[in-house]
C-alpha cells in the first residue's frame, strides 16, 4: 500500500490565487467519504450520490436534480474518532483516527474517542450524519429544505427553525448543533493544517454592502454557487464574481461560513457556563442539557456583550471537541483570524455561526455570535437542516 503524505494540506480552489483543487486527503477516511447526495425528504435515507467534481450530475454521469423533486440536496459526514492534545505552551493539536468506528467505537486507537457527534442517545455510534449541501429554505408546505437555486429563508427564530426542519418528519432531522459544527469544524482544521480559513478556503459571500442585497430581494444569496465544484473545498467564479462575493464550500457544504448567519442548537450560554448537548431529542430544552462550569467571556454590564478577533478558546477536557472563543484582541490575520461576539452578561443566550454577507474578514470557522436571545429573529439569520440516522 502506498503511504499517504498527510502532512501536505489541502490545497482549495482559489480563482483569485490562479489555484486549482488537490488534495491527498481525498483517498483517505473520513475525508473520502465527504460529499454530496440527495436523499429523501421524508425519511433523511440516501438516494443517490452526485458526482464528485460535478454535482449537476449523478455518479453515472446522468442529470441529477438538485431542485427539491428527487429529495434533499445533502453533504454526508462520516463517523470518526479525534483526540486532542497540548503543547507545553497550551497550544492544541487535533487528529483525527482513520480507522472507520464499530457499534460502539471499541476499534479506534488508544487515546482516541468517537465524536460525541456522532453518538446516538443509547451510546452506539451512527456511521454518518447529513447537513445540507445548501442553506435551509422553506417551502410552500412549510419544510425546511436543502435544494439549489432558492434564497435562504431568514428573519426565522430558532426554535420556530428547528421546527420546519421536523415538520412532516420525526426528531432526528433539526438543525445545525454546536457538536455538528464542532466535528465539521475539526475535520476542516486538520486537512488545512490553518487557523485562517478565509485564506486557505476562500472568502465566501461576505463583501457585498447590506442595502444592495436587501433592494435586490437578497438575490445575490440564491444557493447553488458551488454546484460544478463538486464535493471540492474552494469557490468558483460564477455571476461575475470573485472571492469575496460568491459562496464557498468545504468538501460539498456551501456557505460553511458567510452569506447568512446560522442558527446552532443544543447550547446555551449563561453566566454559569455552558449549557450542551448532542441528544437531538432534547433540542431546546436547556432543562435537559449538561451544564459545564465556566466563565464565559463576557460584557461587564449586564446586557452587554464584548467583540473582537479571537485570540484563545476555552481548555476543558470534557469539551475538548468543541472551539469555545475565551479571549479577543487579535486580527484578522492573527490567532484564530476570526470574530467573536460574546454572551451578554445576565441573559440566557443562544449561538449563531459563521457571519453574513457584509462582515467582511471577521467571518470563518470561528466566527460566532453568543448575544441572541432564543426569541430573536434578525434579517441576516437563518440555519441549515440536518438528518440523524441510527
Not at 490562479?18 to 435515507?45: C, E, H, I, L
Not at 483526540?83 to 482516541?112: C, H, L, M, Q, W
Amino acid at each position: 500500500m502506498a503511504i499517504i503524505d498527510l502532512t501536505v494540506p489541502t490545497k482549495a480552489h482559489l480563482p483569485h490565487l490562479n489555484q486549482t483543487y488537490s488534495s491527498n486527503f481525498d483517498s483517505v477516511y473520513p475525508w473520502k467519504d465527504m460529499g454530496r447526495w440527495v436523499a429523501d425528504t421524508t425519511t433523511g435515507a440516501l438516494k443517490y450520490k452526485l458526482h464528485k467534481t460535478d454535482s449537476s450530475k449523478k455518479t453515472d454521469g446522468s442529470a441529477a436534480n438538485l431542485t427539491g423533486t428527487d429529495g434533499d440536496v445533502i453533504a454526508k459526514i462520516p463517523a470518526y474518532a479525534y483526540r486532542v492534545t497540548y503543547s507545553p505552551t497550551g497550544k492544541p493539536r487535533y487528529e483525527v483516527d482513520t480507522t472507520v468506528p464499530d457499534k460502539y467505537g471499541s476499534n479506534i486507537r488508544a487515546g482516541f474517542k468517537v465524536h460525541p457527534w456522532f453518538k446516538n442517545p443509547d451510546g452506539s455510534v451512527a456511521p454518518y450524519r447529513t447537513m445540507g449541501a445548501f442553506p435551509g429554505y422553506v417551502d410552500a408546505n412549510n419544510q425546511m429544505r436543502s435544494i439549489a437555486g432558492v434564497i435562504p429563508t431568514r428573519s426565522i427564530t430558532q426554535a420556530a427553525a428547528l421546527d420546519k426542519s421536523r415538520q412532516g418528519r420525526n426528531t432526528r432531522f433539526s438543525i445545525d448543533c454546536k457538536y455538528g459544527i464542532a466535528a465539521v469544524t475539526l475535520l476542516f482544521l486538520v486537512e488545512f493544517q490553518s487557523l485562517n480559513s478565509q485564506d486557505v478556503a476562500g472568502r465566501g459571500k461576505v463583501d457585498y454592502d447590506y442595502q444592495t442585497v436587501v433592494d435586490n430581494g437578497y438575490v445575490e444569496l440564491t444557493t447553488g454557487d458551488t454546484i460544478a465544484l463538486g464535493d471540492r473545498t474552494g469557490y468558483l467564479e460564477v455571476r461575475g464574481e470573485t472571492n469575496g462575493k460568491t459562496s464557498m464550500s468545504y468538501r460539498g457544504i456551501e456557505d460553511y461560513y458567510g452569506g447568512i448567519w446560522r442558527h446552532v442548537t443544543g447550547f446555551f450560554v449563561t453566566d454559569e457556563g455552558y449549557h450542551h448537548t448532542g441528544d437531538y431529542t432534547k433540542f431546546g430544552t436547556i432543562g435537559s442539557y449538561t451544564l459545564t462550569k465556566a466563565n464565559p467571556l463576557m460584557g461587564v454590564e449586564d446586557g452587554k456583550e464584548v467583540s473582537g478577533y479571537v485570540t484563545g478558546m476555552e481548555r476543558i477536557s470534557a469539551l475538548d471537541f468543541d472551539f469555545l472563543p475565551n479571549a479577543i484582541g487579535g486580527a484578522g490575520n492573527t490567532y484564530y483570524c476570526d470574530n467573536f461576539w460574546s454572551h451578554r452578561k445576565g441573559q440566557t443566550n443562544i449561538a449563531r455561526f459563521g457571519g453574513s454577507w457584509t462582515h467582511g474578514s471577521p467571518c470563518g470557522v470561528f466566527c460566532w455570535a453568543w448575544f441572541d436571545v432564543a426569541s430573536d429573529a434578525s434579517v441576516g439569520v437563518g440555519a441549515r437542516l440536518v438528518f440523524r440516522p441510527e
